[in-house]
């Protein structure tokens, strides 16, 4: 899922951001009751590596992502479940999945931000819900074949609705290897752009394990401008994260 300018931890200097590691994320962690029908990854916690910048024009801040990403997998209910990514203590990103005859359905997903401006601390939550159809991972699919996606929401602050839409398309299966292990992971590219209260592209390549859907490796960039009381605010973000291990921490 696209993620979006002010759904992001961006600090200066020392400002108390820094990374997450897997034994915080542990303490947070809580899964419902397995749904036995529908495919899914073992919940639990697991390690990721990765690096990444995240930059702000207005006010000029930045921030570095990782190296410790942990991610996290909980179940709900009807063939659901969420998958988290702590970039660090003030950013963290869902997104929730779902099972279809299609295959896996991107549903929706939040991101929580702080943004310390000086001694000031400034917290936005962004919650988006993706049409029926917004594909992760189809149970069917050829190389070059592509889906529509599109999602829909709002942060708590910035006004106005915004919407993330464009084509996702798999590129073709592959084999990686995790922790020395070799999984068979579905390749797709997905490229959006943001309309509405905020606007510009991201450009995503993405790995799923392809029996569990289960993210393996994620590379992308973002750039997306936003009108503020102050004048234009752009915010990029490059970066990559990459699972470590198939055995989850607890």
């Known amino acids: 899922m696209g993620r979006r300018p002010l759904d992001r931890a961006v600090r200066s200097g020392t400002h108390g951001a820094r990374p997450v590691t897997v034994e915080e994320a542990s303490r947070g962690y809580r899964s419902g009751p397995a749904t036995a029908s529908a495919p899914h990854p073992v919940p639990g916690v697991y390690e990721n590596t990765g690096s990444g910048t995240e930059r702000l024009t207005l006010p000029p801040l930045s921030q570095p992502e990782g190296p410790s990403l942990p991610g996290t ?6 063939g659901c479940w969420r998958f988290r990514i702590d970039y660090s203590t ?3 990103q869902t997104w929730t999945y779902c099972w279809h005859s299609a295959g896996l359905e991107e549903a929706e997903g939040q991101t929580w931000q702080k943004w310390l401006v000086g001694p000031v601390a400034i917290t936005n939550l962004s919650t988006l819900h993706c049409d029926p159809g917004s594909m992760a991972l189809p ?9 529509p996606a599109r999602c829909v929401g709002s942060s708590t602050a910035v ?4 919407a993330t ?9 592959e084999t990686l290897a995790v922790g020395g292990i070799r999984v068979r992971a579905a390749h797709f590219l997905r490229v ?3 309309t509405g209260s905020q606007q510009g592209p991201e450009h995503s390549d ?3 394990d392809d029996q569990t859907g289960l993210p393996i490796e994620n590379r992308r960039r973002i750039e997306v401008r936003t009108d503020t009381a102050f ?4 915010y990029t973000e490059t970066g990559s994260l990459i699972l470590r291990s198939l055995t989850s921490v607890r």
């Open 231 to 234: 004048g234009s605010s752009t």
């Open 165 to 173: 839409a464009g084509p996702y398309r798999f590129v073709g299966e």
């Open 90 to 92: 003030n950013h963290w």
């Open 206 to 208: 993405v790995w799923f």
């Open 192 to 194: 959006r752009a943001m």
């Open 159 to 162: 006004s106005g609705a915004a």
């Open 139 to 147: 149970a069917t699919g050829s190389a070059g074949q592509t889906w």
């Open 73 to 78: 997998v909980e179940l709900g209910a009807d």
